[in-house]
T-cell receptor
Framework: AQKITQTQPGMFVQEKEAVTLDCTYD???????LFWYKQPSSGEMIFLIY??????QNATEGRYSLNFQKARKSANLVISASQLGDSAMYFC????????????FGTGTSLTVIP | DSGVTQTPKHLITATGQRVTLRCSPR?????VYWYQQSLDQGLQFLIQ???????AKGNILERFSAQQFPDLHSELNLSSLELGDSALYFC???????????????FGPGTRLTVL
């Protein structure tokens, strides 16, 4: 079974609108972390946001928030007020903290912001 | 600029050869992570070091090895190179190994390896 599943290969959003990028995960480790990264066409990798499995509140970082639904094993990224510069690949990842701290990545979602 | 440096930016070599990729973390960061991004395998975590010691191991091949030196820079050694090793190799650093400061990672620009 896939550890991280991103079912949206490509997404489009109108500038200034909000968009949700889906991510589901599979683990039996009670202690894990969830990550989102952004990779623009220039190739660099940018860390966006982190959510720990024991965190009571959803993580937020500026326009990014993580909609963490533990029972459903989902960790969707919400980008509010989309900007043209948000056009990029977005990767969801998980780290199982009791199983060697290895990271697992999804296949990514390509987001295009339309002016 | 994340503050993480990687050298070289590009590397072209032949099958069977050995190369070394170098990474200098941000000032004050103790953890270094290595990742591989290729077209067929996607993004893969290779290995993490924290203050000179191996902390976590991912899908790193036996032909690959890494270390973190006392000055905290890290090297990733790739040997007996194959065509399939062609990829973008990222290094990232974080302040600690866990917790809030350990989970915010800063990435270098990557080293593009081409094996011919």
């Amino acid at each position: 079974a896939q550890k991280i599943t991103q079912t949206q290969p490509g997404m489009f959003v109108q500038e200034k609108e909000a968009v949700t990028l889906d991510c589901t995960y599979d683990t039996s480790d009670p202690s894990y972390g969830l990550f989102w990264y952004k990779q623009p066409s220039s190739g660099e990798m940018i860390f966006l946001i982190y959510q720990g499995s024991y965190d009571q509140q959803n993580a937020t970082e500026g326009r990014y928030s993580l909609n963490f639904q533990k029972a459903r094993k989902s960790a969707n990224l919400v980008i509010s007020a989309s900007q043209l510069g948000d056009s990029a690949m977005y990767f969801c990842a998980m780290r199982e903290e009791n199983r060697g701290n290895q990271f697992y990545f999804g296949t990514g979602t390509s987001l295009t912001v339309i002016p | 600029d994340s503050g993480v440096t990687q050298t070289p930016k590009h590397l072209i070599t032949a099958t069977g050869q050995r190369v070394t990729l170098r990474c200098s973390p941000r000032s004050g960061d103790l953890s270094v992570y290595w990742y591989q991004q290729s077209l067929d395998q996607g993004l893969q975590f290779l290995i993490q070091y924290y203050n000179g010691e191996e902390r976590a191991k991912g899908n790193i091949l036996e032909r690959f090895s890494a270390q973190q030196f006392p000055d905290l820079h890290s090297e990733l050694n790739l040997s007996s190179l194959e065509l399939g090793d062609s990829a973008l190799y990222f290094c990232a650093s974080s302040r600690t190994s866990g917790g809030a400061f350990g989970n915010e990672q800063f990435f270098g620009p990557g080293t593009r390896l081409t094996v011919l």
